[in-house]
């Protein structure tokens, strides 16, 4: 398998764009988490979903943030409008129930200017 | 709530030194506990885990036991090398649930 896939690697913005992050989670996984990463506050657990339904998303920071998740094999995660304190990587992670691992994509570099 | 705490970094070793990086957790019951490693520009890769009390996690020279009565899961390796500079996370989770990671430890070693 070729692992949880990302997309974009990075992007940059500017202030007031819609910014949308991509994801293709380990087929088979049934757990889908986003998570947001600054040196600032670490890793945060946005959202995450379970058969595609959101689970828990009280991690999402403002209602400018939003997450899908369509089928199985996709998810997006949207910011409108972006802010500069919207920079840092996002990560997208998978796994299944029995396995409470996860597993990472590489992430998306998001800078908003 | 559950929560994990890590010692705080950075920690810097000159190469074959031993390492221990302490983690502590608390939960209501008994998570399944791991590590995670990140090297620089990349994402979080699982380097060991532990689902039981008492269950020993290894891989690539480093171990970590889970241990109930200290809840803790500290993790060691005898001899470091250079290319194990990164950042580490200590986490834990149910079934079911999502992770929930320390704030990291960033490990540099040196020549």
């Known amino acids: 398998d070729a692992g949880v896939i990302q997309s974009p690697r990075h992007e940059v913005t500017e202030m007031g764009q819609e910014v949308t992050l991509r994801c293709k989670p380990i087929s088979g996984h049934d757990y889908l988490f986003w998570y947001r990463q600054t040196m600032m506050r670490g890793l945060e657990l946005l959202i995450y979903f379970n058969n595609n339904v959101p689970i828990d998303d009280s991690g999402m920071p403002e209602d400018r943030f939003s997450a899908k998740m369509p089928n199985a094999s996709f998810s997006t995660l949207k910011i409108q409008p972006s802010e500069p304190r919207d920079s840092a990587v996002y990560f997208c992670?998978?796994?299944?129930?029995?396995?409470?691992?996860?597993?990472f994509g590489q992430g998306t570099r998001l800078t908003v200017v | 709530g559950n929560s994990v705490t890590q010692m705080e970094g950075p920690v810097t070793l000159s190469e074959e030194a031993f390492l221990t990086i302490n983690c502590t957790y608390t939960a209501t019951g008994y998570p399944s506990l791991f590590w995670y490693v990140q090297y620089p520009g990349e994402g979080l890769q699982l380097l060991l885990k532990?689902?039981?009390?008492?269950d020993k996690g290894s891989n690539k020279g480093f171990e970590a036991t889970y241990r109930k009565e200290t809840t803790s899961f500290h993790l060691e390796k005898g001899s470091v090398q250079v290319s194990d500079s990164a950042v580490y996370f200590c986490a834990l989770s149910f079934s079911g649930y999502a992770l929930n990671f320390g704030k990291g430890t960033s490990l540099l070693v040196t020549p």
């Open positions: 532990a689902t039981k009390a008492d």
């Open positions: 992670a998978s796994s299944t129930f029995r396995d409470t691992e996860a597993f």
